[in-house]
């Protein structure tokens, strides 16, 4: 492998907004001696829905919230005398005038604050880099196997590992934090993360042939500090993250002079172990037993998310095989860099599509008004790259411009993780771990299959985010 492989967080999800839920539907009135319906209980049903009624965009929205609260198509015949739900929910729909509410003004300064926490977790994301600078000289050199450096196959196996753990214990974490149980989400944490910090080292040391335990050493540590940082990440202490990572700022001198090898191992182990003590220290609530005894989600659900992280990880590693180590790299450090502005424009999406929902009238309205939003979203994303891939070019002088074929193919990498993060904010997330999973493993068949396999699985999380975010129920909670 040409390109380096950097020290990158697994992107976790992270909840977006939504607007809430209207109250279950009550049965139909009765007359007053409990004898028998109403004379017309369609009219008692749209004036006990009227306020969701109002706001739909689509029949659908209304079908979807029936068939939720238990209507039942037989059900509807008896008593309303309609053939099924969205018989039904068109009726409704139809009897109502819609109502849309002026979205309320966001606060001042809201769209700032979010900006600067999303390129603050960009930053932690990216600064793991620095310590493959610092730890270059300490790892076995030469010629490894499969063509590629010595060291790069436990490196590759450990990352790869607390990627496809990490993500998955991300999701239950996050479950928990849904749920409104911070304690359960830190027990999840305290288990789990740890867990995948043995199992990351396990991989590696497997993986790691003779002469190669330097680098065997460094993938231990690379699969503690991924576990940390997950848990500060996912408890939103990205600040304390960014502290304990200032050590390895000090890799910039090695870009200059040759630094002693005891003073590059401190700075790793100094960063390494502040990561650690600060994780240890939020997951003190983890440490409070729940009397409840809830078995919580199933750990079932969070498998799709493992996978996801598998296949966008595979991905991003394809996208640091350059023709130089630097060219590699910067790839790497582009798509990293780029995390932060992704999830703000991620938000901005998401905010965007329930401002339609709440002013639009008609399911066409809404249907071009997100497609125009999710065009604008994503060609920001992909300008942000691309400003990031030529400015890491920049960063070392003298290195060759990346030609086109590998811009394209990195803008169209760039396209599949951001489109997979959206299916995934919408729980999508199976279709966006198999789009990728079939993208990474066509590229590691075939390398030079790379362009052709990004474009083709770019082009299918499009065809299916259109399907799936132009209809107005996929925005309501």
Known sequence: MSGSLWLT????????????????????????????????????????????????????????????????????????????????????????????????????????????????????????GLAYVLAAPLLAGGHGRFGLPAGTVPLLAGAVTGWVWNQALSHRAYTWLGLGDRPAAARALLTGAPAGALAGTAVALATAAPGETPAAVFAAGQSLYLAAATVLLVLGRERALLCALLPLTGAAAAFRWDLPDALRAGLLLASLTASVAFAALVLRPGLRRDAGGRGGPPRAASLPYG???????????????????????????????????????????????????????????????????????????????LALALAATLAWPGV?????PRLLTLLLIGTVLWLGLLLQAFGAVLSAATVCLLAAAAQTVESVAGPVAAGGAAAVLAALTCALLVRPTAHRA
């Open 400 to 404: 060759p411009w990346p030609t086109l």
């Open 9 to 128: 967080p697994p992107k976790t999800e992270t909840p977006l907004p939504a607007i809430p839920r209207p109250r279950r539907p009550a049965e139909p009135a009765r007359t007053p001696d409990g004898g028998g319906l109403a004379d017309d209980p369609l009219d008692e049903l749209a004036r006990r829905l009227d306020g969701f009624v109002a706001v739909a965009v689509h029949p659908d929205e209304i079908a979807a919230l029936l068939e939720s609260d238990g209507m039942t198509d037989e059900h509807i015949r008896l008593t309303y005398g309609r053939a099924d739900s969205f018989s039904l929910a068109e009726d409704l729909y139809a009897r109502v005038e819609r109502r849309h509410p002026e979205p309320a003004a966001p606060p001042s300064g809201a769209w700032y604050g979010e900006l600067a926490g999303c390129l603050l977790r960009g930053l932690v994301f990216a600064l793991p």
């Open 307 to 385: 996978l996801f992280g598998l296949g966008s990880g595979l991905l991003v590693l394809h996208a640091g095989v350059g023709d130089t180590r630097v060219s590699g790299a910067g790839a790497v450090i582009a798509l990293t860099l780029s995390m932060g502005p992704a999830e703000w424009l991620l938000y901005r999406f998401r905010d965007g599509s329930l401002t339609r929902l709440r002013t639009l009238t008609t399911a066409r309205e809404f249907r071009r008004a997100v497609t125009g939003t999710l065009v604008l979203c994503l060609g920001g994303y992909l300008t942000v790259l």
